[in-house]
């Protein structure tokens, strides 16, 4: 850890759109991301790609493209069986993302580190921020707003993921185990059916959402591509950082983690022009 320099600190904030003039190293600067957090999403993504591929080819069975990716598995019941060994691993790593989470909230609180600041739950904060960003991009604002650790669009789709997650999970239970889902469901003879349709909708969309709203927004966007390292190395380049997580730098530097890049920045600028004077 780096030791504080309140000299550099004062400098916190006092540079604009700071992200476009620091170096920054693609695979990450700070650690964002614990262990845990990169296995669960590495388990999600592994899981939802295995979901996908299975479950739409029964979904469709009689289509044609559908029958011969039934066959090279195997056969569709052989796919089935895929599908739902899947599913197990999707609801264990649904269930392992609870325990982290909470365990670590504990910690933190035991710590009495805890922030809820730098954490998913939303705040007035988050409409504010949204609406700002909105303006920058249409042009009545010189800057991003200065988000925190997860901005309204993480924690957006964050719980997106976890409402979309959870339907797809009870809705699959009504093919698995309908003679126990008919048993437990509240007016079964509404929602059994509604559930059963609504498997394949929901994985739908959830697909469209993951890759023209997920991907492109966090390894394709300018600046990103090809891809962000964070996900593998649980560490986030010093722009983006900068760009879209500001306070959560401010609060790396004041804790002595992270250097000051303003002070970096204006000292560098003094140093020149005393030479170029000079």
């Not at 006092?14 to 669960?40: A, E, Q």
């Not at 580190?113 to 609406?131: S, V």
Request: a positive charge; one cysteine or more.
């Amino acid at each position: 850890m780096m030791e504080k320099n309140d000299k550099a600190i004062k400098y916190l904030g006092k540079i604009k759109n700071l992200h476009r003039y620091v170096d920054m190293n693609p695979k990450g600067d700070y650690k964002r991301y614990s262990v845990h957090i990169r296995i669960t999403h590495f388990l999600t993504i592994l899981t939802f790609v295995v979901a996908i591929s299975t479950g739409l080819p029964i979904y469709f069975h009689n289509a044609d493209w559908a029958r011969a990716v039934n066959a090279a598995m195997g056969g569709i019941e052989i796919t089935r069986i895929i599908h739902r060994v899947n599913a197990v691993t999707f609801i264990l790593n649904m269930v392992y993302h609870l325990i982290v989470i909470l365990a670590g909230t504990v910690y933190k609180i035991m710590r009495r580190e805890f922030d809820y600041r730098r954490t998913m739950i939303p705040g007035l904060k988050d409409m504010a921020d949204a609406l700002d960003d909105m303006l920058y991009f249409l042009g009545f604002r010189d800057s991003r707003p200065r988000m925190d650790k997860f901005g309204y669009k993480q924690k957006f789709h964050y719980f997106a993921i976890g409402w979309g997650n959870s339907w797809l999970v009870i809705s699959g239970l009504c093919f698995w185990v309908p003679h126990i889902m008919v048993q437990v469901l509240p007016y079964p003879e509404v929602t059994f059916n509604f559930l059963r349709l609504m498997h394949a909708e929901e994985s739908i969309l959830a697909t469209l959402v993951i890759v023209f709203w997920h991907l492109v927004n966090v390894h394709i966007a300018p600046g990103r591509f090809p891809m962000q390292w964070l996900f593998l190395t649980g560490r986030i380049a010093r722009d983006y950082q900068l760009e879209e997580h500001f306070l959560e730098y401010e609060r790396l530097v004041k804790s002595g983690e992270a250097e000051c890049e303003e002070y970096k920045l204006i000292k560098k600028a003094l140093e020149t022009k005393e030479v170029n004077e000079g």
